[in-house]
């Protein structure tokens, strides 16, 4: 059996919209330092992180000696791949995007380790197709169909919602030390369901190609929902401290 993955139908608008969110909270996170009562310094940082959700910035603010709050901008990264297995050529894409909003709390004051929770403006989109060699087949819901059954390559999509939670630890803090240079590093998890799909061109005239490709999906979607929500999120990055 050969699952096809994934892709966010989020298009061209709603990486737009996407986009736009994550710069009008990076400008709130920074300007809000610039409205707290003065103080002996800004404790506000802006770093470059790297990791499982991708590749980008954020802007790090410590409203109280135990609370801070981040926004990021992940959308630096895409991976694509192709593999052949059994006839079959795969070819895929993974763009990474998405703006983290969290809130940071830190059991000592003004501390580096911290908890953090809050959420993720979900855009990341992974497509995948799946092209049939001359002669080959592949196998749906127990059936076997050829290219020309298919009517062209087989497309699976996976959607995740547009909002995801986040839960995790990290050690990183806004405050400045001896450097303005300070080492970032979080560990959690980003909490979504996602929602198969699986198309063909024929599917739409081929009543029971339709029903083995639904019957593939209900398959698909019990195991992302058992193995998928809990994505994991480990980054790491370099910030500068004001």
């Not at 806004?174 to 970032?184: A, L, Q």
Request: hydrophobic share 45%.
């Amino acid at each position: 059996m050969h699952l096809l993955a994934i892709q966010s139908p989020a298009g061209g608008e709603s990486t737009v919209r996407a986009a736009r969110l994550a710069i009008v909270a990076l400008a709130l996170t920074t300007l809000s330092a610039v409205t707290l009562p003065a103080r002996a310094q800004l404790d506000l940082s802006v770093a470059a992180r790297a990791g499982t959700l991708g590749a980008g910035v954020e802007a790090d603010l410590l409203l109280t000696s135990h609370i801070g709050v981040r926004a990021g901008y992940n959308g630096l990264v895409t991976v694509t791949y192709t593999t052949d297995n059994s006839g079959i050529t795969y070819n895929g894409e993974f763009d990474f995007l998405n703006m983290p909003l969290l809130v940071d709390i830190y059991p000592s004051a003004r501390g580096t380790f911290h908890f953090t929770g809050g959420m993720i403006l979900n855009q990341n989109k992974v497509t995948a197709t799946g092209v049939l060699s001359a002669g080959n087949t592949i196998d749906i819901n127990g059936t076997s169909y050829t290219e020309a059954d298919l009517g062209g390559p087989l497309l699976g999509t996976i959607t995740y919602p547009s909002t995801a939670w986040y839960a995790g630890l990290g050690w990183g803090t806004p405050v400045r030390t001896s450097s303005h240079w300070g080492f970032v590093c979080d560990l959690g998890v980003m909490i979504a369901t996602p929602t198969a799909a699986l198309t063909a061109p024929n599917a739409a005239a081929n009543a029971v190609l339709q029903q083995n490709l639904q019957a593939q999906m209900d398959s698909t979607q019990a195991n992302l929902k058992k193995y998928a929500t809990y994505w994991p999120s480990i980054s790491f990055g370099v910030s500068y401290r004001f």
